[in-house]
């Protein structure tokens, strides 16, 4: 089934520091208009630079982080992190690692060159340990280069399904992350922050929720304040990655730190158990799905259409007809939510729906920058 859904979750209170950012645009605004102009994005199918189809790794019960023996070697797993992988990169990866290295003496393998191996190779390598990462393929092939690279946990896992075991390293990962990207923001990562203009479903801020934290600045936003010809539009600010920069930079911080990387499939557990490492970390995404029987894991597929930059666009949006997000390298417009969908190959009618869908968002601006 193809549906597109809101990537918000929800807001937080507080002062909108970086909405400041938007309105030091020069204004074509009518006078008296008190609304925010911003720069609008060009929807037009002839801007489209290409479409792309990813596969997130879901699991209703969320991701696995978790130690096990493996023919005498310990096995730490990593993967299963649906929508949210960027986002819980580091924090899930921290886990793992703790996991695995209290008390080991040697080398160490890494099995994945998504996110998750990245990031596990370099705190690996951190902690003092050399590392070999061995993948069946290397970014820019990941489904981690496709991702849109918004920090959020969201679409990760179901309220129904999750353990407060389960929750406990979920907030424990969201925390480490949290920090982790924001000593990393700028130019050589590809990281920044930006203002995020979300259309919610009337619900204001909900300050019980322990997430809140992770959308600083959030607050609703009254009609005159945005330009968005839309009811119920609330703000917030997060961190975006530039995924393609982010991997580039993290397979050169690897390879500088003496790590190795060499090509190859593991096709069953026993193929592991060959290895020459005794502490091997899996971070093979929905590949684990096959090499170790998970059923539970299924592919989510989010289709995105990449427009021509536009460096003047410094804000985000998510709605209910999908998400805005500007990178240096194109905008980004997404995103489909489609269960067990397996294919990689961009569909053209729902390439075209979503770009349909942006245009008429953006063409409804009511004041522009
Ligand atoms: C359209 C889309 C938009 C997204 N947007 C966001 C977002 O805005 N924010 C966010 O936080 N997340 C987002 N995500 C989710 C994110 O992309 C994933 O959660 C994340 O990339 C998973 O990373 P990973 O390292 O586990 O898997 P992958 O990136 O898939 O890496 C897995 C690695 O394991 C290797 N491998 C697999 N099987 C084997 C095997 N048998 N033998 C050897 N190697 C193997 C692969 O070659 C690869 O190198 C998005 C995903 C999609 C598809």
């Known amino acids: ?48 630079i290409r479409s792309v189809a990813g596969l997130r790794p879901y699991r209703a019960s969320g991701f696995v982080v978790r130690r096990e023996d493996l023919g005498g070697k310990a096995l730490v797993h990593n993967y299963g992190h649906g929508g949210a992988g960027i986002t819980l990169s580091w924090g899930s990866s921290r886990l793992a690692t703790r996991l695995g290295l209290q008390g080991h003496s040697g080398p160490v393998a890494v099995i994945g060159a998504g996110v998750m191996g990245l990031t596990t190779a370099r705190l690996a390598q951190e902690a003092g340990y050399q590392v070999t990462i061995y993948t069946a393929a290397l970014p820019p092939d990941t489904t981690s280069n496709i991702a849109g690279g918004q920090i959020s946990p969201f679409g990760h896992f179901s309220e129904r399904a999750v353990t407060p075991e389960w929750r406990r390293q979920f907030l424990a990962a969201m925390d480490y992350s949290w920090s982790r990207f924001q000593i990393m923001v700028g130019d050589e990562y590809g990281i920044r922050w930006l203002p995020t203009y979300n259309q919610t479903d009337g619900g204001g801020p909900d300050p019980t929720n322990p997430l809140e934290k992770y959308h600083p600045g959030g607050r609703m936003l009254t009609r005159g304040e945005h330009p968005f010809d839309l ?32 090509l190859r499939s593991f096709a069953n557990p026993a193929d592991i158990a060959s290895l020459p490492e005794n502490l ?76 349909d869908s942006h245009r008429r968002l953006f063409s409804g601006l009511r004041c522009e920058a």
């Open 231 to 262: 009811d119920d539009i609330g703000i917030y600010n997060t961190m975006y990655v530039e995924t393609g920069r982010f991997l580039r930079q993290m397979v050169r911080d690897i390879e500088t730190a003496g790590g190795r990387i060499q």
């Open 280 to 355: 091997v970390f899996n971070c093979t995404g929905l590949g684990s799905r096959e090499l170790f029987g998970d059923e539970e894991l299924i592919p989510i597929r989010g289709q995105l259409a990449i427009l021509l930059p536009q460096p003047e666009v410094r804000y985000a949006f998510t709605g209910e007809d999908g998400y805005m997000f500007p990178r240096p390298d194109g905008i980004l417009l997404g995103g489909t939510f489609e269960r067990n969908m397996w294919s990689t190959v961009p569909e053209p009618g729902a390439i075209a729906g979503i770009v």
């Open 1 to 48: 089934m193809l549906t597109t859904m809101n990537r918000r979750a929800f807001m937080a209170t507080g002062s909108a520091a970086l909405l400041s950012g938007c309105a030091t645009t020069v204004s074509r605004r009518s006078p008296g208009s008190a609304c925010t102009p911003l720069a609008p994005v060009k929807v037009e199918h002839n801007r489209i």
